[in-house]
């Protein structure tokens, strides 16, 4: 799996990226937290690194940021070399999920702490601290104490101090972790209207798969200190490229067996349970090869009578009703395959047609075999 990818291919003449890094590698004795990556991040875009706890991702950004030097390859901000570049001579700033505010100075110092130490004049400073605060929608919040403030306040107030310094990146390091549910949400509107009205190239990192999904131009998925796959976040949903990628970004039922079939494109596969599922394969993949296939919830079909499916040229399965999650919109059921009592999840559709379900109810549930994905081994694993 190749890691030399890039957020959005410059042709001949495109403008300089923001962001390229070349080969980077950083090791902790025999541990690989970057290895061998590379990428490009294009001026002006919201560019997410998604992945899992210590897939190497906060490794990468603070090597950006200046922070950690890489052990090979080298970074280049705005077109400049910035290997042996301290942190404080970066066109960097960075946004920490802690947010690492002043308690005892008041908003207007926050914001304005970059500007004093680069020595700019205090009206000068007092005027783009007050266009700053304008534009993050907390005008006249210059003398409000920081523990005065909201969560969502304080996070922009951070983001201010940042931009207030007209870096070429502004990174951000989990900013939305501390924040509670109803607040994150709120939160990721307002991230990604606020890259949206300045402009400044944006490299964000996060676990959370739903922060990436909305708010980036592209997204990188990132495991091992490697990225499996860059892309729009649609292409990374519908169009995953490993199965790591399939499994991570977005609910899956995951079915794990053998190719009983190959016809084309189209893999039959035979769990060791015995369900047997039709899927699109990802790549080659040969008669008999071990494979895993996935399926997402919103894609299958709900029906009480299988001729509905049947109607629709759909094959189906039958199931027994083993859990209700009702969770609005987002509803789904837990069924049990009958023949191989295989977890199956399905979500129910917004129209309230399956309100009356119960469990234990006998139902049954298809699915388009192109909508689903099926991916084989590897090369490696295949001749090994």
Do not use: W
């Not at 080298?74 to 404080?88: D, F, K, L, R, Y």
């Not at 790591?244 to 349970?273: K, M, P, Q, W, Y």
């Not at 395959?337 to 006998?362: K, M, Y």
């Amino acid at each position: 799996m190749s890691s030399d990818v890039s957020a959005a291919p410059t042709a001949s003449g495109a403008a300089q990226p923001d962001l390229q890094a070349t080969h980077v590698t950083k090791h902790y004795g025999a541990f690989h937290a970057v290895d061998d990556l590379s990428l490009e991040v294009a001026r002006g875009s919201f560019f997410s690194i998604l992945g899992p706890s210590g897939c190497g991702k906060t490794t990468l950004l603070r090597m950006i940021a200046g922070f950690l030097s890489p052990d090979s390859g080298a970074i280049q901000i705005g077109g400049q070399a910035m290997n042996g570049v301290p942190p404080n001579r970066r066109p960097v700033n960075m946004v920490f999920q802690h947010l690492a505010l002043f308690p005892m100075m008041n908003v207007g110092d926050n914001v304005g702490y970059g500007l004093a130490r680069r020595g700019v004049a205090k009206d000068e400073i007092k005027r783009r601290v007050g266009d700053m605060l304008e534009r993050v929608s907390l005008p006249g919040a210059q003398d409000k104490r920081v523990d005065q403030l909201s969560g969502g306040q304080k996070q922009r107030v951070a983001i201010a101090r940042s931009l207030v310094l007209e870096p070429t990146l502004l990174l951000l390091d989990e900013p939305l972790g501390a924040l509670d549910l109803k607040l994150r949400e709120h939160m990721k509107i307002e991230l990604k209207q606020l890259q949206a009205a300045f402009g400044t190239t944006f490299v964000y990192i996060t676990h959370d798969q739903s922060e990436a999904l909305v708010l980036s131009d592209h997204v990188a998925v990132m495991n091992h200190g490697r990225f499996e796959q860059v892309g729009t976040p649609q292409q990374l949903y519908y169009e995953p490229q490993t199965p790591f990628v399939a499994g991570f970004v977005g609910a899956n039922n995951r079915i794990a067996g053998r190719a009983s079939d190959v016809n084309g494109n189209l893999v039959t596969v035979t769990s060791a349970d015995g369900m047997v599922v039709p899927a699109r394969a990802m790549g080659q993949v040969q008669l008999g090869d071990a494979v895993e296939a996935f399926v997402r919830p919103e894609v299958a079909r709900l029906a009480r009578q299988s001729v509905t499916l049947a109607d629709a040229g759909l094959p189906f399965f039958s199931a027994r009703v083993a859990s209700l999650l009702f969770d609005g919109a987002n509803s789904a059921v837990l069924l049990h395959e009958e023949n191989s009592h295989t977890e199956f999840r399905i979500a129910l559709p917004q129209t309230g047609q399956f309100a009356d379900l119960a469990v234990g109810e006998r139902v049954h549930f298809g699915f388009d075999p192109q909508r689903a994905v099926c991916f084989a081994p590897s090369q490696a694993e295949r001749s090994a």
